[in-house]
Structures are given as structure tokens and as C-alpha cells.
């Protein structure tokens, strides 16, 4: 199966470039009494920026202020993540089964039927966390936004002194995770087809198929042909032996005419008892 091979390994670059993840900001601060001061801001996963101060000059009597980042967007990325860890070693003990333990894995059809369901249920799981996860990059982008950061700070605010920004985050790794997340739900959704044909339901959906109307009209008309040809033989035998009576005379027996055409008269050379050839004779009037 194509999820054995690939699977694994999408997972775990889903996990490495969100779970790994690790950004820095450096601002510089050039403050009117001509002092600098280089201000480093470093989040990482799960991304709780509330929890992410710094400090900041205020360019008066060299005072400094702790700022913090906003928002939380741990919930999503931690999903991203176990779905991508779970789907990783859920895909690493299927290898081993279907490697090692085939006769297991097909005894009652358990294996398929359970393999089935788990491909159905994380499918589920990857296009949910992809979107979600997709949805909050978004927030982390713009809460880190030098923009956003500067103007949390007093001394960026005043126009008298300078904020230059020394090194922004990188986001590739970030952007790879979601482009990760959605090639896992398209392996995985792809591969409930697959899963499914292993489990043979579909064989037994197709086992007794229902007839079409064509194929029930001609089973009708078969059966009602040979009824009727039944019937009409069973007439005409009656109607045969009803004809008419022997009548034995002599060495010979004769019919009657019927309705068939003119009378025949069998008659029989030798002895009635004799096992002689018997001559048909037909006298027309």
C-alpha cells in the first residue's frame, strides 16, 4: 500500500516542521540622547506568545519596560502535531503487520475491517488539524508581525527615535507543516478505497445481485411459455388416445378415420402371434 511508504514519512515532516519550530525577532532602538539598544524576541511551539516577554527601552533615564506578546495558539498546533504522531506510529505498527503477521491480520478479517475504520478516522483527524493549524499560523503570523511588535513599544511610537528591524522570522517551515498536513489527508483519503476492497464487503454487496425489469420479463415469459406448452401437449395426447378404438378381426386391427386425414388399416402378415413385419396400408375411397 501506498500509505505503508509514504505515510510515515509525511508524518514526520509534518511533525518535525511544526513540533521543531523555533522563531526570533531583533528589533534595534536608536533613542534621541543617541543610546542603541537591540532588542531579541524568541517563541517557539506550541506558540503560547502571551507567555513571551521582553524588555524595551523607553529612551528616558535609560528606563526599560517588559512587553508580551498576544495570543495562544497552542491548542491547534498541539493537535496538528499528536494527529501527526499518532498517524506516524499507527503507520509503523501496520508496516510490521502487514509485513510480519499477514495471516493474523486476515484471520475473520478483523485486520481489514479495523484497518478500514482507523483510514476513515484519520482522515478525518488530518483535514481538521490541517485547517485548523492553517487557520492559526495565520493568527502567529500576524501577532509576531514587526509592525505589530513595534507598536507595542513606547520608544517605536515616538517619531523621534529610530526602530530598525535587525532579523525577521522565517515562516518556510512553518508553511511546509500545512502543505504537509494536507498531503497526509489526501494519502489517507485516498487510500479508504483501498482499505476497503481489503475487507471483501464489497464482494459480498455484489454476491446476489438484484435482477432488472428486462431480466425479470424474460424469466416470466419463459416460465408462462413452457406452462402453456404443457398444457397443449397434455391436450393433444388426450385428444390422440381419444380418437378413436381398436378393432381386432382376423389377423388384423383397424382405426377409424379421424380427423387427420383417411382411415389406415394396419394389417399384420401371418399369425397374430408372429413376430412378422407389419404392413401399413392406406385405402382411399
Known amino acids: 500500500m501506498c500509505m505503508v511508504i509514504f505515510s510515515p514519512l509525511f508524518a514526520v515532516f509534518a511533525f518535525a516542521t511544526c513540533g521543531g519550530y523555533s522563531g526570533q525577532i531583533m528589533v534595534k532602538v536608536d ?104 487557520k492559526t499560523l495565520s493568527g502567529v503570523k500576524t501577532a509576531t508581525d514587526i509592525n505589530q511588535i513595534q507598536l507595542l513599544m513606547s520608544a517605536c511610537r515616538d517619531q523621534e527615535n529610530v526602530c530598525e528591524t535587525i532579523e525577521e522570522p522565517t515562516w518556510t517551515n512553518l508553511n511546509m507543516s500545512v502543505a504537509f498536513g494536507f498531503l497526509n489527508f489526501s494519502l489517507w483519503a485516498g487510500n479508504i478505497w483501498f482499505a476497503y476492497k481489503e475487507t471483501g464487503l464489497h464482494k459480498s454487496s455484489q454476491r446476489y445481485p438484484s435482477r432488472t425489469l428486462s431480466e425479470k420479463r424474460s424469466s416470466s415469459f419463459r416460465q408462462y411459455s413452457q406452462s402453456s406448452f404443457d398444457q397443449s401437449g397434455t391436450g393433444f395426447g388426450q385428444r390422440l388416445y381419444s380418437q378413436g378404438s381398436f378393432e381386432i378381426s382376423g389377423g388384423g386391427f383397424s382405426l377409424p378415420q379421424t380427423n387427420l386425414g383417411q382411415p389406415m388399416f394396419y394389417r399384420q402378415m401371418g399369425s397374430p402371434t408372429s413376430r412378422g413385419p407389419l404392413i401399413f396400408v392406406n385405402e382411399s375411397q
Open 31 to 134: 533613542c534621541v540622547d543617541k543610546s542603541q539598544s537591540n532588542i531579541s524576541i524568541n517563541f517557539a511551539y506550541p506558540f503560547r506568545l502571551q507567555q513571551v516577554h521582553f524588555n524595551a527601552p523607553l529612551c528616558e533615564d535609560k528606563r526599560h519596560e517588559m512587553l508580551f506578546l498576544e495570543g495562544d495558539y497552542s491548542s491547534s498546533a498541539q493537535f496538528f502535531v499528536t494527529v501527526s504522531v499518532l498517524a506516524f506510529l499507527y503507520s509503523l505498527v501496520a508496516t510490521v503487520v502487514y509485513i510480519f503477521y499477514q495471516n493474523k491480520y486476515r484471520e475473520k478479517n478483523r485486520g481489514p475491517v479495523v484497518d478500514f475504520l482507523v483510514t476513515v478516522v484519520f482522515s478525518g483527524l488530518w483535514i481538521v488539524s490541517s485547517i485548523a493549524w492553517a
